[in-house]
């Protein structure tokens, strides 16, 4: 059963109100005869749903969203009222209203499409914070992975963006959610372009070549290798992958990739380049682990031209082809 406040001026008309919405079983209503007790009673109760007059003394239905809005979140609000003036509609609209239903008619079939709404509302509410908190749940997941890891959506802004690429770019998620444009490349090659996730995009042809020296098509993933010293400095070798991100209706709503560092794995094969090669990489003794190199900051070469552009090329997610 949903708890329902129905707040207007007129006693007789809550009654008649509570009765009919009562009648089918789905809603227990409360009834307050102005906005400013509504909002006291707000702070001690709980509803999923309120319906509000527009004209009222000492505070009207627009006010009283507004402070419904500012205090108490996302709790749908049907604005209930008599006055169908298009100036009071855009406010409401404007001001986060869920439904506008006007006054008036036989009491019944009134009341009877005034509760189908306040259902409609409360559902496509409830709808609303499943998905997002299934989304949080994702996100949570994906932020304890231990592979550096952000997401994109349809639009090219972050979405995503883990404890793991936070330390490996320096950059908290505070700073990088929300940021289209490419923000997410200057961590990594000083300037705005495309990475792995980027291409997703395009086809194979324009792909293979054109951004990584190294990358290869495998199913539904883009799979990319380099050596080259990573944003802070670090010598070493990285695999990227990325891969479409879909809803749970199958739909793309956006994309994600994952950095791995597989260093040691390479160095297992043979396959780093020389040791006097990463020595003048990191001007100096080969350190013992690569832990130690990012204590090496006086060391690191950069090119004074470009925030984290490094000089010896891209970093991490592959080698620029230009």
């Not at 550096?148 to 793991?164: L, M, P, R, S, Y």
């Not at 300037?191 to 020296?213: A, K, M, N, Q």
Request: charged share 30%; aromatic share 8%.
């Amino acid at each position: 059963m949903f708890r329902v406040l129905y707040v207007d001026d007129e006693p007789g008309l809550l009654e008649i109100g509570k009765f009919f919405l009562e009648m089918g079983g789905q809603f227990s209503v409360d009834i307050i005869t102005s906005a400013p007790a509504a909002l006291t009673l707000l702070r001690s109760q709980i509803y999923d749903a309120i319906i509000s007059d527009y004209e009222m003394p000492r505070m009207d239905g627009i006010e009283f969203l507004k402070e419904v809005r500012s205090n108490f979140g996302e709790v749908p609000v049907l604005l209930f009222t008599g006055k169908g003036r298009e100036e009071i509609v855009i406010q409401a609209i404007d001001n986060g209203v869920d439904f506008y239903v006007q006054k008036g008619g036989e009491p019944r079939s009134q009341f009877a499409d005034l509760g189908q709404k306040v259902r409609v509302a409360i559902e496509r509410r409830q709808a609303i914070d499943q998905v997002r908190d299934s989304e949080q749940r994702l996100a949570d997941v994906i932020n304890f992975l231990p592979d550096a890891t952000f997401a994109i959506d349809t639009e090219g802004q972050v979405i995503i963006w883990n404890k793991a690429i936070e330390e490996l770019t320096g950059v908290p998620a505070a700073d990088m959610l929300g940021k289209g444009d490419y923000e997410y490349a200057l961590c990594f090659y000083g300037t705005r372009r495309p990475l792995l996730i980027d291409l997703l995009f395009e086809p194979d042809e324009t792909v293979i070549g054109r951004y990584y020296s190294l990358i290869r098509r495998e199913e539904n993933l883009l799979i990319a290798e380099t050596a080259e010293p990573h944003p802070q400095g670090i010598v070493g070798c990285f695999m990227a992958q990325a891969s479409l991100f879909y809803n749970k209706r199958g739909e793309v709503i956006g994309a994600i990739e994952s950095i791995r560092d597989i260093t040691d794995l390479r160095r297992s094969r043979g396959d780093l380049r020389a040791t006097d090669e990463r020595k003048t990489l990191t001007g100096g003794e080969l350190p013992r682990d690569r832990h130690d190199i990012r204590k090496k900051d006086t060391n690191r070469i950069r090119v004074r031209n470009g925030p984290g552009l490094m000089a010896n090329g891209p970093a991490m997610t592959g080698s620029a082809n230009q």
